[in-house]
């Protein structure tokens, strides 16, 4: 089996096929603050910021066989698994900005990686004030299970984030946990959990720009009194294997050859009346 590399040259192809023990394995070689080498693997780094995804996808055993459509990637075969590998993708990105990062794994079966996570370490990101998962279909989109301050909201609507309605992920139970607030965001994944999935790689370089500006953002950081209950929702086991991949590389998706346009954004929430009087009485700004 081909092994990852830490080099920059990892596609997102790549990291779709890849078996979740090659993405162990690339985890471990970039020296995780904490980890159990299965069910986590977190990197402080000392900011308030956590990005959160993980590495367990529910595709069954056998080849991934992709195809890009112009770039909407598919598997021939059935499931993509970019729930949640865009997301490691985009991680993998996350490592050269000011962010903690979290790798869980098991999401999928009910987010076991995680509750073990904070069982083993409760205290490893007492740091961070803000969860930013990435695992959600969609774009330019997010989700949040607790309660949510509402400069925040107000933050992400100026960014023209819409708010959706999901289930459970990781971050119902770290914000539960930490009592902090969270959101996730859409990455360009569609159709998730059926052999119609498909990923937008348009989509996907939308994502990058879209946490690139969610962690140049001043947070306010509030806390939060509860999180929702989360324990009505249930899951069913299902199972994902490891399998080999060729070794075929694709050029790098160019997340930061996109122009982010953080003055025109900036000028924005200027002249937002209701965002403008928070940022008048200096409870938030936006860094650039
Ligand atoms: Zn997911």
């Known amino acids: 089996m081909l092994k990852l590399s830490g080099g920059s040259m990892m596609s997102i192809e ?3 096929r890849a078996s979740d023990i090659a993405i162990i394995n690339y985890l471990g070689r970039r020296n995780p ?19 959160v995804a993980h590495l367990d996808t529910v595709r069954k055993a056998g080849k991934v066989e992709l195809i890009n459509d112009n770039g909407v ?31 869980t794994n098991y999401e999928e079966t009910g987010g076991k990686g995680v509750s073990k996570f904070v069982k083993d370490y409760p205290e490893a990101c007492s740091g961070t004030k803000f969860f930013i998962e990435l695992d959600r279909q969609g774009i330019d ?18 960014l023209d984030f819409k708010e959706e309605y999901g289930s459970f992920s990781d971050i119902t139970i770290l914000s539960g946990h930490y009592l902090v607030p969270s959101i996730n965001i859409g990455v360009g994944y569609y159709n998730q959990h059926t052999a119609k ?12 720009r879209n946490l690139k500006l969610l962690l140049r953002t001043k947070w306010q950081h509030e806390k939060i009194t509860k999180a929702l209950d989360y324990d009505s929702y ?26 982010d346009d953080f003055q025109k954004i900036k000028d924005k929430i200027i002249n937002s009346d209701k965002l403008r009087r928070l940022i008048e009485s200096e409870i938030l700004n936006l860094v650039t």
């Not at 949040?144 to 925040?152: A, D, I, K, V």
């Open 234 to 259: 249930g899951y069913e086991f299902d199972d994902s294997y490891g399998y080999e991949f060729d070794d075929v590389l694709y050029d790098e998706l160019d997340l930061y050859g996109i122009t």
């Open 197 to 208: 999935e498909y990923l937008d790689l348009q989509d996907l370089a939308r994502a990058g």
């Open 14 to 16: 790549k990291f779709i």
């Open 73 to 103: 990637l598919s598997n021939k075969n059935g499931i993509l698994g970019a729930d949640d590998r865009a997301g490691i993708f985009l991680l993998s990105k996350a490592f050269k900005m000011d962010c903690n990062i979290l790798v």
């Open 141 to 158: 989109n997010y989700v949040t299970y607790t309660e949510l301050p509402t400069s925040y909201k107000l933050i992400l609507e100026t």
């Open 33 to 51: 603050s904490i980890t159990d080498n299965e069910n986590y693997f977190y990197f402080n780094r000392g900011s308030a910021l956590t990005v």
